[in-house]
């Protein structure tokens, strides 16, 4: 019986830290889509500013770790469809996409928690659609709207919650092999 429930929680183990899913884009795995979980528009776009704005989002103070600047080339997105990724020179815990200005209406800032793989920054277009919704004919979101994006750890540490998983199954474990002893 305890084979079975060390079995058991190895097998846990291993589906709770694996990722449950990977987008592959251009032929390369990219991990999955970021999580979109907060959007503004700010009075202007410098390092300061973003960085205030995202220290209010997060937990802990934002941590600058720099730039990709469209005009300056830094973009080389791989791209299928709606799905766009960009690898980051950088693992950072969040990315900003700031959005140039235009004819579009919506926030021109949108912050992403970056989850499945912290090399790429990855979103589908559709996401930022409904972040910044259309008006009128022929509007439509394009990455070509994208400015720059910047990247952004917090100073405080969050576990992962796969690392939290795996400490849960194994005091659960050590809770039903405790349990079995003084029976």
Do not use: C
Request: hydrophobic share 40%; proline share 4%.
């Amino acid at each position: 019986m305890n084979k079975l429930i060390s079995l058991v929680a190895l097998l846990g183990g291993m589906v709770l830290s694996a990722p449950s899913w990977a987008i592959v884009i251009d032929g390369t795995e990219v991990g999955g889509y970021d999580n979109l979980f907060a959007q503004t528009t700010l009075s202007n776009s410098g390092q300061t500013t973003e960085t205030n704005w995202v220290s209010s989002q997060i937990s802990g103070d934002a941590v600058f770790l720099g730039k990709l600047v469209k005009d300056d080339g830094d973009f080389d997105w791989l791209s299928t469809g709606d799905d766009y990724a960009q690898l980051l020179p950088t693992t950072p815990l969040y990315f900003l996409v700031k959005l140039g200005m235009g004819q579009l209406p919506g926030d021109t800032h949108l912050l992403f928690d970056n989850l499945a793989d912290l090399n790429y920054a990855v979103f589908s277009l559709s996401t930022l659609a409904q972040g910044n919704p259309t008006s009128g004919p022929g509007q439509h979101m394009n990455i070509g709207r994208v400015s720059h994006i910047s990247m952004f750890n917090s100073g405080t540490s969050v576990p992962e919650p796969s690392l939290i998983g795996l400490l849960g199954l194994g005091l659960i474990v050590v809770g039903a092999q405790r349990r079995r002893r003084s029976i």
